[in-house]
């Protein structure tokens, strides 16, 4: 763990410093506010600050308020330095961040207990913090295919909607389903269906524009945004997409299994007034081309 020293006493840093090392901190030094925000304000900061408060050219609480005020940056360690005791100084300094002060002197006793405890209230802080972003892209993605789920999916697609319908440019649907997939469930069993939805998720996701966005809807139902793309060029997607898929061999548990798709095709109508409207007629065009005989491409009416 990176550690910075932040005072101009270079007795006083060389003790600390010392300590630290033969502790296994990696150390940075700093007698400056230029040298502080330069270390500090950078994509991997020293997670534990010892600075003193009696920095000539930095207003030192300022600074630790600031630290601590940064959004969605990982948490500093501060343990501020006094040269004497002072109720007014210590309560200002624990209003702007400072989680421990000390007066000098300090003793390899007290150096060692105090960034024992920054350690690990930091690394606590990384551990709630990546708890958290699991949370959020478990909420999001779905956890099989690792594409975004039904409910991000219909959220990203409503804000293209909004955007498409604003500004009236083109925008198609694709609504695809995998077909006898319970039957494939049955016969090579569960393992190997959750290894065709992820496999043809990576697959389509090949076959798309880097603006294009394919979410799981449904058990064995995707849908796939496609913005800016008339009824002509979604055809031309959706064709290569079935294509795709019906040429490809997934190998599971010694089975080598091919498949096929229906897709479905609807674009943006300007009397639609939700995203919901056009994943219906998609769902309907869907619902002809299993009619149809499955592993084929429809469009709805446009």
Known sequence: MKVLIADNDSTSRLFVKTHLMQWGYEVVEAINGNEINA????????????IDIMLSDINVLELCATIQNQKDSPLIYVLLLLSSCHQEDMSNALENGVHNIHVKPLTRDQLKSYVSVGKQLVTYDDQIKNYEKQIERSSRIDELTKIPNRHYLLECATNEFNR????????????????????????????????????????????LRQNDLIGRIGGEE?????????????????????????QKTIHVNNHSI???????????????????????????????????????VLSGGH
């Open 39 to 50: 270390i500090v304000f950078q994509k991997s900061p020293p997670r534990i600050l010892i």
């Open 222 to 246: 995707f849908a796939i945004i496609l913005p800016e793309t008339e009824i002509d060029c979604a055809i031309e997607v959706a064709e290569r997409i079935r294509i795709s898929i019906e």
């Open 164 to 207: 498409a319908f604003r500004y009236a440019r083109p925008m198609s649907v694709l609504l695809l389903d995998i077909d006898h997939f319970r039957k494939i469930n049955e016969t090579y069993g569960h393992d190997a269906g959750d290894n065709i939805l992820a496999t043809l998720a990576e697959s389509c996701q090949n076959d």
């Open 258 to 296: 091919r498949l096929t798709v229906s897709i479905g095709i609807a674009i943006l109508w300007y009397e639609d007034r939700a995203f919901e409207d056009i994943l219906s007629r998609a769902g309907d065009a869907l619902q002809c081309a299993k009619i149809a005989g499955r592993n084929c």
